[in-house]
């Protein structure tokens, strides 16, 4: 599990992925969603967060005094694990695009979940961090 407490640098929150399909949900919003004593999976059964294509969630949670800023990122529907790693690369840069919008950085990114790695030109100018 990633844990945000141990990363190297000031956590402020996370761009998060969940596609259609993905139930229980998987990866590190999975992690997160334990912590968060199933904060995403209750979004999910209230059809907040459905993991379709384009969809982008923003959710702040207070978390030790603290407010983090998570953005969920919707994936779509996939049928074959090549399928799925080509939609995380487009769902990745139209995340990217919304941190702009949001004017949020210095967000973690999990690079195993995204299929990135911690070089990513686009996320390192974004302040974006990246994990594995």
Not at 28 to 44: C, E, V
Not at 123 to 129: F, M, S, Y
Request: proline share 5%.
């Amino acid at each position: 599990m990633l844990d945000p407490a141990r990363l190297d640098h000031p956590f402020s929150g996370a761009l998060l992925m969940c596609f259609e399909n993905d139930r229980p949900l998987q990866g590190w919003i999975a992690d997160l969603d334990w912590r968060f004593h199933g904060h995403f999976s209750a979004l999910m059964k209230q059809q907040i967060l459905t993991g379709e294509s384009g969809e982008i969630l923003y959710a702040p949670l207070r978390w030790n005094d603290r407010t983090l800023h998570f953005v969920v990122v919707g994936g779509g529907f996939w049928k074959t694990p090549e399928d799925r790693k080509k939609k995380t690369q487009k769902a990745f840069e139209n995340g990217l695009e919304k941190l702009d919008e949001l004017k949020l950085s210095g967000l973690t990114v999990c690079g195993k979940d995204w299929g990135v790695s911690k070089d990513h030109p686009g996320a390192k100018e974004r302040g974006v961090w990246i994990a594995n």
